[in-house]
């Protein structure tokens, strides 16, 4: 009975992993299509990505359920403990991804019509965020700290790029541009791709969690961690 307990909870531990990374594959979908549609002027697909959002939703649910189910069926401790108590704040992280590329798809139906040259360019941000959300997913995968770390330290470039994105909107409003409307959902977007980055920062830094046990948030994060546990800055 026992070997048996412990291969059926082997087992629910990796689907609990697979469910993630997968939501994690959906939800990094959902931002490439958002931007796709929001640049494009594609209102088919932001619709259908919008419509989407409900399977993230589901995927949010189903996965907070299975994290419910190994705590009061197997008490898990130590390595697993911390493992399960991660998932559940990534899965917070990438419903949340989720809701912000519906909000880029809104903002292109709002403003309609089809391609278009962009009051911002914003193709490298989105780039950049939707890089940043990959790496940290790999970090989760792989146990790679060093990855995780990269991900909290290019988190500023996200950071710096969206400031300059307020900086031209800005400009362009004052000098009386007639695509004022347009120019602020950019200017929305933006924020979102800005925000995007932030929760890919706040998976990865879960992922030096799991792996060295101890949290790095809210903190500059450091070049590295040594084997104890320690930060090398």
């Known amino acids: 009975m ?3 307990t412990d291969k059926r909870y082997e087992e629910d531990l990796s689907r609990l992993r697979r469910s993630l990374v997968e939501m994690g594959g959906l939800v990094e979908r959902q931002i490439g ?16 990505t919008i419509v989407r959002d409900h399977e993230v939703n589901h995927y949010d649910v189903d996965v907070d359920d299975q994290c419910l189910r190994l705590l009061a069926l ?4 130590a390595r697993d403990l911390r493992f399960i108590t991660t998932v559940l704040k990534i899965t917070t992280d990438l419903e949340r991804i989720g809701d912000l590329a519906v909000n880029v798809c809104e903002r292109g139906l709002e ?7 962009p009051a911002l360019d914003l193709l490298p ?32 470039e996200v950071d710096a790029m969206h400031r300059r994105m307020v900086e031209d909107a800005l400009a362009g409003l004052r000098g ?17 791709l800005e ?8 998976i990865a830094e879960m992922v030096v969690f799991l792996v060295k046990g101890r949290s790095i948030r809210h903190v500059a994060p450091p070049t590295s961690i040594g084997t ?4 090398d800055v």
């Open 2 to 4: 026992s070997e048996h």
């Open 33 to 48: 299509d958002a931007v796709r549609s929001f640049l494009g002027g594609d209102r088919p697909l932001g619709e259908t």
């Open 74 to 77: 197997h008490q898990p401790a």
């Open 111 to 117: 403003i309609g019509g089809s391609e278009r040259a």
């Open 125 to 156: 941000l989105a780039d950049l965020a939707r890089r940043l959300l990959r790496e940290s997913l790999d970090a989760f995968v792989h146990e790679d700290v060093n990855l995780a770390l990269k991900v909290c330290q290019d988190d500023d």
């Open 176 to 192: 009386g541009t007639e695509a004022a409307v347009e120019m602020v959902a950019h200017l929305f977007v933006s924020k979102y």
């Open 195 to 202: 925000r995007i980055g932030d929760h890919a920062t706040n």
């Open 228 to 231: 104890d546990g320690d930060r």
